[in-house]
């Protein structure tokens, strides 16, 4: 195991947290997660910004930051979705624990100090911290709507009321040898960041749940065109915010809706699903999306093209190249 100031394989001094933050031509919104990172009252991190074969402009902003601690790697295809990403980060990740952003979410200036805290406390593999769900406004002026996730049973992961997305995730890096990768999208019953959680939890991880409200999650598949425009204005006043840290908790948890509670027959069926294998989120997830439509519906919201093709043919690839070739300012080649 590295520990904090101590050299890796590499010789160079090994950071207490590696964030990875994997990201898809959004640079006005990665600038905001950027500044939400480098913003934290605990400063032992490296970034591990994982592109999913994004445009130039991407490089050009890890860039500007002028910081060491932040390595920008650029996958030279679309993967489509950010599992591929993240466990590119796992892969390279050298700090004691690994924490995952998502590039249109925020975190408070206390997150990784609080996390690191509470997973040396609590003795855990992973630990989840409570989120905010920011809704989007139906219209301008409209007043702020959230939601609340992270809760778990007795101060632990529970798998029918635990949800913990990917920005609220920290593991130590020792465990991930055994906790396994994230799997593909198109391999899980429902979101891949609950996919992980629960067979990590099947595997005897313990994951323990941060009584702490550290992150803000912007869900880009909640706002139409999200990835058509590079604009970030929801984030950028929530980061402004943040200099009130606990006047924006405040307004944040005042305007959260309760969730509903379960009946105790309900309950107990879900926890035998989760004994018998199956995630207790899956029936809803696939009642709601139905197979293999969860990831189209969601790139039609954002404004993306459709999954990228895992085996394009030579006419597909030529295609792919002479469209480089033209953005590169260059004459694509002929036949």
Not at 166 to 176: H, T
Request: glycine share 10%.
């Amino acid at each position: 195991m590295e520990r904090p100031g101590r050299s890796d394989a590499t010789g160079q001094t090994a950071p207490l947290v590696s964030v990875v933050i994997a990201t898809h031509n959004r640079p006005a919104a990665l600038r905001q997660a950027l500044r939400s990172v480098l913003g934290q009252t605990l400063q032992d991190f490296e970034i591990l910004v994982i592109g999913d074969a994004c445009r130039p402009e991407t490089a050009a902003l890890t860039a500007e930051f002028d910081d060491p601690r932040i390595i920008y790697i650029n996958l030279p295809v679309n993967f489509g979705e950010q599992s591929g990403p993240n466990n590119i980060g796992f892969a390279r990740a050298r700090g004691r624990f690994v924490a995952l952003l998502n590039h249109d979410d925020l975190w408070f200036p206390d997150h990784l100090a609080a996390m690191t805290g509470w997973i040396d406390a609590t003795g855990a593999d992973i630990v989840i911290a409570r989120g905010a769900i920011i809704e989007p406004a139906r219209m301008k002026g409209d007043p702020l709507k959230t939601s609340i996730y992270g809760m778990g049973k007795g101060g632990l992961y529970d798998p029918v009321i635990t949800a913990g997305y990917g920005s609220a995730q920290m593991a130590r890096r020792a465990s991930l040898g055994w906790l396994g990768p994230w799997r593909r999208a198109n391999e899980c019953a429902c979101e891949s960041s609950q996919d992980w959680l629960f067979r990590a939890w099947r595997k005897g991880a313990v994951i323990a749940t941060l009584p702490h409200l550290t992150v803000l999650s912007i869900f880009s598949g909640q706002r139409s065109g999200s990835y058509v425009e590079d604009t970030a204005v929801e984030q950028e006043e929530l980061i402004d915010a943040m200099r009130m840290p606990n006047d924006l908790r405040i307004k944040v948890l005042a305007a959260a809706t309760a969730p509903r509670p379960l009946k105790k027959s309900s309950y107990l069926k879900r926890r035998l699903w989760a004994a018998c294998g199956i995630h207790p989120r899956s029936v809803e997830f696939r009642r709601k999306y139905g197979r293999d439509s969860y990831m189209p519906g969601l790139r039609k919201v954002r404004g993306l093209p459709p999954m990228p093709e895992r085996e394009p043919g030579p006419d597909d690839l030529l295609a792919r190249y002479r469209g480089l070739a033209e953005s590169d300012g260059a004459e694509p080649n002929g036949d």
